[in-house]
């Protein structure tokens, strides 16, 4: 099974400041044949369901702000906020599709500082 | 508009039964892989069990042989039927629409979600 970590478990950041998620896979998710990486990022605020952000590692979802970005390969990947909203508090969750099972990261707290 | 409804959530002794239920609507259901993720109290995700369009299914651990995913195009309906059930079973269940008919992409629509109590 591939597990998924994520670093910080919580993290603080001022209004209009950068917020960087970070988050490792035990396994590489990626495709040798296409270079593409089996890697999504999700945003979940509370009482509601997880939205899709990211995909691809990198492929914004349509409809989510620029200020969001993904990076990374093989095993090690990062979600950005470039400029903290107040309405971007929330858990941020990876999640591998490369295997069965499908796992999920244990999420990141974001909040304001 | 693209939708997911489950329904079919309550609260169940330890060791008893329950079908899930996800109606779609606003795209062509049997078209795409389709999913169960489960959120325990205060807790993370957790994908339990996907179905590809084609209707190859893929189980967590933790649930298999005791949870059993399906689907009926005709009804553009997923399920889950969940037998043996334990006080670990409990949380939010989420029905979510993968990318693709594979189950091989991301999911990328979900519902509110139905909970599910198990008391022991």
């Known amino acids: 099974d591939i597990v998924m970590t994520q670093s910080p478990d919580f993290l603080g950041v001022s209004l209009g400041e950068r917020a960087t998620i970070n988050c490792k896979s035990s396994?590489?998710?990626?495709?040798?044949?296409?270079?593409?990486?089996?890697l999504a990022w999700y945003q979940q605020k509370p009482g509601q369901p997880p939205k899709l952000l990211i995909y691809w590692a990198s492929t914004r979802e349509s409809g989510v702000p620029d200020r969001f970005s993904g990076s990374g390969s093989g095993t090690d990947f990062t979600l950005t906020i470039s400029s903290l909203q107040a309405e971007d508090v929330a858990v941020y969750y990876c999640?591998?599709?490369?295997?069965?099972?499908?796992?999920f990261g244990p999420g990141t707290k974001v909040d304001i500082k | 508009e693209v939708q997911l409804v489950e329904s079919g959530g309550g609260l169940v002794q330890s060791g008893g039964s329950l079908r899930l239920s996800c109606a779609a609507s606003?795209?062509?259901?049997?078209?795409?892989?389709m999913s169960w993720v489960r959120q325990a109290p205060g807790k993370g995700l957790e994908w339990v069990s996907s179905?590809?369009?084609?209707?190859?299914?893929y189980y967590a651990d933790s649930v298999k042989g005791r949870f059993t995913i399906s689907r009926d195009n005709s009804k553009n309906t997923l399920y889950l039927q969940m037998n043996s059930l334990r006080a670990e079973d409990t949380a939010v269940y989420y029905c979510a629409r993968k990318s693709l008919g594979s189950c091989y992409s991301q999911p990328d629509v979900w519902g509110n979600g139905t909970t599910v109590t198990v008391s022991s």
């Open positions: 396994q590489s998710v990626s495709y040798s044949s296409n270079d593409k990486n089996s």
């Open positions: 606003g795209f062509t259901f049997s078209s795409y892989a």
């Open positions: 179905i590809s369009s084609g209707g190859t299914t």
């Open positions: 999640h591998q599709y490369y295997s069965s099972p499908f796992t």
